[in-house]
C-alpha cells in the first residue's frame, strides 16, 4: 500500500511569516492615513498596495515552496519486499548411541555440532531454521526461527545421552520435519544428519518418501565402514542385551541405496566444507510480501530545486537571498532522507553487519532489530520501546525476547502472555519461548525452597528432571543439557510412540 505523509509536519508553522510581513506593511501605509488629504492619500496608497502585493509574491511564493520542502512530503511503500525469499529449513539431528562412536575424531555427534555451526556461521540472515533430534523417538527442539543465537546455544549443547529413548528412527524424524514445514504453508528443505540407515528396507521406505514430497532433501553423513566401540562419558563400553560390546558401522550400502531411489543430495564427512552449497540447490519460495518492512521517500529536496533558481535571478534583496539560503540548508538538520539511510541500513544488515545498520536506520523498530541481532539486547529495548509500532504483536515479541535474554523473566513472561492472548503469526512461537521461560522459573523456585531443607532432598521437575539440593552445600548450577533433556522427556511423555525401534542398546 502507497501512502503520502509529512515526516515534518510541525514547519508548516513557518507559513504564519509571510502574513505577518503582509500585516506590518499595510499597518506602516495605513498609519499616515490622518496625515494628509484623502483624495491624495488614496492615490498614493493604490500605488503603495500594488507594490506590497508584488513584493508580496516575490516574498511568499519561494517561502511556502521552502517551507513544503522542510515539511518532509514522503511517499512510503509499504508492499515491497524485503528479502527475495524466506525459506524454511529442517535440521534433523541423528543422538542414537552410535553417534557417540569415535571412528570419526574426537566423536560422530561432535563432528556434527561442529559441522552444523559451521554452517550456521555461512547462513544468510532471511533463512528460518528449526530443529529436530531423533534416535528412538522425534522431537521437535526448535520451531522455524531466524534467531541463529538460540540455534548456536542449542547446537553446542546436544548430545545423545540426553534422549529418553535410544534406538534410530530416521524416517519418524523426516515425517516430523514434513509435518513442521506444512504448518507454515509453504515448501521447505529438509537436512537430514546421521551416520547409518540401518536396514534396506527402511531405506526404500524413505526414498519413496523423499520422492513423494515437494521439500527438497540433503543428507550428511557421518560414519565409517570400519566403525568404532561405543562408550559412555565414563569410558566404560555400551553392551547390547547378549553382553556384546556395541561396534558401530556406517552401512555405506544402504545409504547409496537411498541416494540411488532417490531425488537427495548427499554429502559426507570428507567433503563437509561442501555443505554450505546446500543453498544454492534448495527451494526457493515466493517472494514474501514483507509485514515489517517499507520503503520511503522524501521529495522535498526536489522542491529545494526551483528555490535555487529563484535565488540566482534576484539581484537585490538580501534578506530574501538569506531567507532562502536558510531553507536550503535547514533539511540538513531535520533528519535527512530516511529513506536514503533505511536502505543504507538494511544492505548493512543483511550482511550481518549489525551495529553499523543500528546507526544507519532511522526506523526505530529496525534499530531495534539491529541492536538485538548484535546482542545488545539493552538498546534493543530501548528503541523497540521508542517505535511507533510499539504496541504491534511483532515488536512485543521482540521485546520479549530482549528481556529473557537479560534475565528478567517475569516481564518477558508478561509480554509473551500478551502476544498469545491475539490472533497473529507470533503466538506460536512466543508459546514456545514461555513454557521455556516458565520451565526456568519453576528450576529456580525448586532450587530455593531446597535450601531451605534440613536434610538433602531430591527436587523433581514437572517434567522429569532433576536437581540435587542440600541446606549446606545449596545446588548446583543450572545446566543448560540438564533443560534440554527435561525438555526431550517431556516430548516424550507426551508422545504416541512408546518403543524406540530398531537398533535398541
Request: charged fraction near 20%; include cysteine.
Amino acid at each position: 500500500m502507497t501512502s503520502f505523509f509529512l515526516s515534518r509536519p510541525w514547519m508548516l508553522l513557518l507559513l504564519i511569516f509571510p502574513i505577518i510581513f503582509l500585516i506590518v506593511k499595510l499597518r506602516k501605509y495605513n498609519s499616515s492615513q490622518h496625515m494628509m488629504n484623502s483624495e491624495i492619500f488614496n492615490h498614493f496608497n493604490n500605488e503603495n498596495t500594488r507594490n506590497i502585493t508584488r513584493h508580496f509574491k516575490y516574498f511568499a511564493i519561494p517561502w511556502i515552496i521552502g517551507v513544503l520542502a522542510l515539511s518532509g512530503p514522503t511517499i512510503e511503500n509499504r508492499e515491497k519486499p524485503l528479502y527475495q525469499n524466506e525459506e524454511v529449513w529442517v535440521w534433523a539431528m541423528d543422538l542414537s548411541n552410535s553417534m557417540l562412536a569415535d571412528d570419526i575424531k574426537p566423536s560422530r555427534y561432535m563432528q556434527m555440532r561442529y559441522a552444523l555451526l559451521q554452517l550456521l556461521s555461512k547462513t544468510p540472515p532471511e533463512k528460518r531454521i528449526a530443529l529436530v533430534v531423533f534416535a528412538g523417538n522425534a522431537y521437535t527442539l526448535i520451531p522455524p526461527t531466524n534467531d541463529f543465537n538460540t540455534l548456536k546455544s542449542y547446537i553446542r549443547q546436544l548430545e545423545p545421552g540426553q534422549m529418553p529413548m535410544q534406538g534410530s528412527d530416521p524416517f519418524l524424524a523426516l515425517k516430523m520435519s514434513e509435518e513442521l514445514i506444512n504448518e507454515y504453508g509453504k515448501r521447505g528443505n529438509i537436512l537430514l544428519i546421521t551416520d547409518d540407515m540401518p536396514q534396506p528396507d527402511e531405506a526404500a521406505v524413505i526414498a519413496d518418501f523423499i520422492n513423494s514430497s515437494k521439500n527438497r532433501y540433503f543428507l550428511y553423513v557421518i560414519g565409517s565402514e570400519t566403525g568404532a566401540a561405543l562408550k559412555q562419558k565414563d569410558g566404560t563400553l555400551i553392551k547390547d542385551h547378549d553382553g556384546r560390546v556395541v561396534i558401530a558401522k556406517t552401512n555405506y550400502k544402504n545409504i547409496e541405496a537411498l541416494t540411488k531411489k532417490s531425488k537427495v543430495n548427499i554429502f559426507y564427512h570428507e567433503n563437509e566444507y561442501k555443505l554450505p552449497s546446500i543453498y544454492e540447490h534448495a527451494v526457493k519460495t515466493d517472494p514474501v510480501a514483507v509485514k515489517d518492512t517499507y520503503e520511503q521517500f522524501d521529495f522535498g529536496y526536489l522542491m529545494a530545486i526551483p528555490l535555487l533558481l529563484m535565488a540566482t535571478v534576484f539581484r537585490k534583496g538580501f534578506i530574501f537571498t538569506l531567507l532562502t539560503g536558510c531553507l536550503l540548508v535547514l533539511p540538513s538538520f531535520t533528519g535527512g532522507n530516511a529513506y536514503a539511510t533505511d536502505k543504507e541500513g538494511m544492505e548493512y544488515f543483511n550482511d550481518g553487519q549489525f551495529m553499523n545498520a543500528a546507526n544507519a536506520f532511522e526506523n526505530n523498530r529496525w534499530k531495534g532489530n539491529s541492536y538485538y541481532r548484535a546482542g545488545d539486547y539493552h538498546n534493543a529495548i530501548k528503541f523497540y520501546e521508542k517505535s511507533s509500532e510499539s504496541s504491534t504483536p511483532l515488536v512485543i515479541y521482540n521485546l520479549a525476547n530482549c528481556y529473557a535474554m537479560l534475565g528478567d523473566l517475569d516481564t518477558a513472561v508478561m509480554l509473551y502472555g500478551k502476544v498469545i492472548a491475539t490472533d497473529n503469526p507470533y503466538a506460536y512461537d512466543a508459546t514456545y519461548n514461555l513454557n521455556l521461560i516458565k520451565q526456568l522459573q519453576f528450576e529456580e523456585l525448586t532450587r530455593q525452597h531446597a535450601i531451605s531443607a534440613e536434610n538433602i532432598n531430591l527436587i523433581s521437575t514437572a517434567d522429569g528432571g532433576s536437581n540435587e539440593c542440600s541446606k549446606e552445600e545449596g545446588c548446583r548450577d543450572l545446566n543448560p543439557q540438564d533443560l534440554i533433556r527435561n525438555r526431550l522427556r517431556n516430548l516424550q511423555s507426551k508422545s504416541s510412540v512408546k518403543k524406540g525401534p530398531l537398533k535398541q542398546w
